[in-house]
């Protein structure tokens, strides 16, 4: 069986992003980057540069510091959307514009307004353009997967002659089937003349609990490229999950005839670390990277996994990097311990001041907690950007709340509203609640509550709660993030976060509506 190399392309900062209160900040985006180098994905789609400058920014900062892999920015397929991503991504080493336009009926009458041929045309231009920036440009006929077959093989033989160096076929709205979908890809490939020029590539949403499967029957039938996100993060339902076909095709080599060049004991640290960013917690009983993926509860289980792994083990934990790195820094470790680990972990702090800053945050949580994990060094830095991002009108003083058996539990808070303290006082039905009612008590927000979650960063009673809160005003939704070995705080920094998220005036453009 030939062995091909399957290219990895993570859209986790853009397809990612579009999930509501997903948002990512420059910095953010730079961290995930670096990860996303050390798990070896091949293409990193760093964003929708068009959408804003913030967007331009963090795409052009990820393109500039990514060495080995691919830096991908997705543009409309109209001029001004291809050069600014073109702008955006020049300074990456491998740049590629990913240019795209829809292909299905219902789309093209009710979105684009466009005749098929306006749309051909269109297309070839947008390839056209891309060229202009890079040799490496990839089209997506969008919503592919309700598209007619005839049409799709019209447009892409046209923008491959224009260009085109990969065809990506999305099932935008999750709606196709392994077989349906497998077989697409196969026609498409052996009706188009020059489809052995390109690369075929799939993207598929997972609205029916079918990304996965969709996009391994496409690898089945000549798909060299999956587009995928780290913990399956994307519109709606999500994407494919990247864990998921990575261990897919590597622990059933006797059926994929490719492999992908992922470093797999990356795998988890990738995965908490896009949860930690986004405040999009991952289910324990989620393939490869759930809490529970690897244990094997039941007695008759794990009765069988002592005598022989294999039993039940289809792949190892370590594998996929559960415990690797686990026990890192403790309250001894000094100042050149805490730089290298960060440096380890591609967090790079941009002056001593910040170096310091961070370090004190540390030997506080250090001081409350026996053994600090990567996973708590990621969220301290995280609350460390956070404090320092300018425009953050709202800031946590302190923060006071009661509980008793019997007793209406209270909380009082100091908050600071533009740098003038404001002091409020509330019950709740707990201690969480009492502090998000005073503090909307001062900020007035007129906000709903759409989730509150909170996770144990690490194991043990001494763990940091890392809680989301996610809100939404005026058809705005934010996610705010904090975390603290208190979780009352923690929730009330998360509240705040989101609250100045929801301040901002920042608007994404969602690059497919
Ligand atoms: O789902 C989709 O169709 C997309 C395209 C922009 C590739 O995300
Ligand atoms: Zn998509």
Redesign the pocket.
Known sequence: MANDRLIIFD?TMR?GEQSPGASMTKEEKLRIARQLERLRVDVIEAGFPAASEGDFDAVRAVASIVKESTVCG?ARANEKDIRRCGEAVKPAASPRV?T?IATSPIHMEKKLRMEPSQVIEQAVRAVKWAREYTDNVEF?P??AGRSDIDFLCRILDRVIKAGATTI?I???VGYTFPEHFGRLIRNLRERIPNSDKVVWSV?C?NDLGLAVANSLAAVLNGARQV?CTVNGLG?RAGNAALEEIVMAVRTRRDIFPCDTGIDATQIVPASRLVSGITGFPVQPNKAIVGANAFAHESGIHQDGVIKSRETYEIMRAEDVGWNANRLVLGKHSGRNAFRQRLQELGIVLESEEALNAAFKRFKDLADKKHEIFDEDLHALISEEAMDHLENERYKLVSLTAHSETGERPYAKVVVTESGREQRAEAQGSGPVDASFKAIEGIVKSGSELLLYSVNAITTGTDAQGEVTVRLTKDGRIVNGQGADTDIVVASAKAYINALNKLQSKLERVN??V
């Open positions: 859209t397809d997705l990913h795209f997506s969008e919503d990506n999305p099932d935008t993207h949403h587009e519109e690059p497919q």
